[in-house]
């Protein structure tokens, strides 16, 4: 990570550990907000007004977080606004780099090699982890925010009328059930998986695995036989729902030992991840290759690096 602008050590994925030796998540440092006309968003300071060509994505294909606002700005037809650079799917001693393992890009904005590169440029005296996602202000040279639930939120209307799509991802009649459901899944099974995979402790490992099957078969019961959460079409919800079970057995079952069942097993959901990966701009914003490649190319729970050949797509959903 960075401290005072300098980075040290060895790239680690625990980033704070709670007292049962529990997975702690680093809180998110820039939390300002593009908005139509430029007035503060909820959290920050103002004067990121929307604008074409003026703001670039930093994504991994691996992450879910990033996968969030690379939905979003899919679904809303931001794709000619905002721009969107593809960091390396494997961690390196240094974190998230740009190079030219195939589906990655370079970053064509700051020239970085590291994504560390612009925490710093962003910030002299950045302490914290480099993560994706992170959006970029390209009139400004800074970091508008890295929080991937805001920059969701972000794209479904903080770009007023650049987005070709009135998709509506937060529709004001679901907006009180998509929070109640958004705050369901984030500690149980968005973070919940990481709680498991990276648990120091057995206690730790066991708490956070029942929780993320007993949401599971929550979820499954939810859905029942709908197409989407809430609405005719994806909102928020589903997107976030898709993008850890579209991970699931490809990454969590192995790697995280989250291995009480595999997606395949629960029919609904399975239908449910098809449908949203077949919806027009979601499969582009998937790469099973990269969730492999980067899920174990993390050392300290697979020293050997070795990638597992299975399972295939076509067994997934
Ligand atoms: N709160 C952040 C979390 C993002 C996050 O943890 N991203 C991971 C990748 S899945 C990351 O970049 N990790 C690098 C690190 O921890 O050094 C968000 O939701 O945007």
Redesign the pocket.
Known sequence: ?LVDGKWTAD?Q?V?AKDEKGGFV??V?GFRNWVTPDGVPGPTGEGGFVAEPDRYHLYV?Y?????SRTLIGRNLKGLRDVIGVSVVEPA?TRE??RFGDYPGSTPDTVNGATYMHELYTRADPHFTG?????VLWDKKRATIVN????DILRMMNDGFGALATSALDLYPEAHRAAIDAFNERIYPSLNNGVYRAGFATTQLAYEEAFLEVFAMLDWVDGELGDRRFLFAEHPTEADIRLFVTLVRFDAAYHGLFKCNLRRLADYPRLRRFVRQMYDWPGIAETVSLDHIKRGYYSIASLNPTGIVPVGPAQEQLF
């Open positions: 990570m790239w994925p980033q998540r680093q998110s991994a691996i992450c879910p977080w990033a961690l974190g998230w982890r480099a993560t994706v996602p890295n929080e991937s639930a």
